[in-house]
């Protein structure tokens, strides 16, 4: 049965490196559709962030008519910080929550995957998929992983483009590697503060809504960091 992926992020603002990313690792493990997924409080990030209605409408603007892609805003409506295994509970009660999603995390964070809350259990709870830059990130990934788990058995996967890993108590966790664009959000928050233009990095319609809520952006990006 055709699974079902999940994109975290703080998506401040969602930009086509996003976009590509869920595309291509939809392809890789053939998945019928990704849900992007804002985060309503990052544990990670220290710094002034985009309300999330703000950022989830333009997350909705991105993904209108792209073919797989969605948004979930589940995470609005749980306790904070959003822990990812607060989502992953969460996630099993919804509509299509009967199978385990494929829960997608960049290389870095799954290089800090200890210090994630109750980090041993994600696997039961969905498939982790770890995706990294296209031809990077095999040999990290392989001595991470025997590092969190030791005894797992890795196996080829389907086109060499992905990894399938299974763990001593059975759960599964994939490495994907897919084409990255060379775009952040935080290139696009100062193009966006020196009123350049975001055209060919966000979908317009991510544009137009930066720039009816310019004081929000200002408010929220011009602060200095980490205060
Ligand atoms: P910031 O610059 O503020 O760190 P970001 O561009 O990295 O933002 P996030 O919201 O932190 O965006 O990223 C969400 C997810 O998308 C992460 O897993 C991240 O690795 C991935 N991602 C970010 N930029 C790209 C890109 N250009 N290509 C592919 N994946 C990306
Ligand atoms: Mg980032």
Same mark, same amino acid.
């Given at each position: 049965?055709?699974?079902?992926?999940?994109?975290?992020?703080?998506?401040?603002?969602?930009?086509?490196?996003?976009?590509?990313?869920?595309?291509?690792? &939809?392809?890789?493990?053939?998945?019928?559709?990704?849900?992007?997924?804002?985060?309503?409080?990052?544990?990670?990030?220290?710094?002034?962030?985009?309300?999330?209605?703000?950022?989830?409408?333009?997350?909705?603007?991105?993904?209108?008519?792209?073919?797989?892609?969605?948004?979930?805003?589940?995470?609005?409506?749980?306790?904070?910080?959003?822990?990812?295994?607060?989502?992953?509970? &969460?996630?099993?009660?919804?509509?299509?929550?009967?199978?385990?999603?494929?829960?997608?995390?960049?290389?870095?964070?799954?290089?800090?995957?200890?210090?994630?809350?109750?980090?041993?259990?994600?696997?039961?709870?969905?498939?982790?998929?770890?995706?990294?830059?296209?031809?990077?990130?095999?040999?990290?990934?392989?001595?991470?992983?025997?590092?969190?788990?030791?005894?797992?058995?890795?196996?080829?996967?389907?086109?060499?483009?992905?990894?399938?890993?299974?763990?001593?108590?059975?759960?599964?966790?994939?490495?994907?590697?897919?084409?990255?664009?060379?775009?952040?959000?935080?290139?696009?928050?100062?193009?966006?503060?020196?009123?350049?233009?975001?055209?060919?990095?966000?979908?317009?319609?991510?544009?137009?809504?930066?720039?009816?809520?310019?004081?929000?952006?200002?408010?929220?990006?011009?602060?200095?960091?980490?205060?």
């Amino acid at each position: 049965m055709p699974g079902i992926g999940i994109l975290g992020g703080t998506f401040d603002p969602v930009h086509n490196g996003h976009i590509r990313h869920a595309l291509e690792a &939809a392809d890789v493990l053939g998945l019928e559709r990704v849900f992007l997924m804002p985060c309503a409080v990052p544990p990670h990030k220290a710094r002034f962030i985009m309300p999330f209605g703000l950022r989830a409408a333009m997350l909705h603007a991105a993904v209108q008519g792209v073919a797989g892609l969605d948004v979930t805003e589940i995470e609005s409506g749980l306790p904070v910080p959003s822990y990812t295994w607060h989502t992953l509970q &969460a996630w099993r009660e919804l509509p299509y929550g009967g199978e385990p999603p494929y829960f997608m995390m960049g290389m870095e964070s799954f290089l800090m995957l200890e210090s994630w809350f109750r980090w041993q259990e994600l696997p039961r709870l969905s498939r982790l998929v770890v995706v990294s830059r296209e031809g990077e990130g095999l040999q990290a990934f392989g001595a991470k992983l025997a590092e969190l788990w030791p005894g797992s058995r890795r196996a080829a996967h389907v086109g060499g483009r992905s990894e399938r890993a299974v763990l001593p108590d059975g759960g599964e966790l994939f490495f994907v590697s897919v084409p990255r664009l060379d775009i952040s959000s935080t290139d696009v928050r100062s193009r966006f503060l020196a009123g350049k233009p975001l055209a060919g990095l966000v979908h317009p319609g991510v544009e137009s809504l930066l720039e009816a809520n310019r004081g929000t952006a200002e408010a929220c990006w011009g602060r200095a960091s980490g205060a």
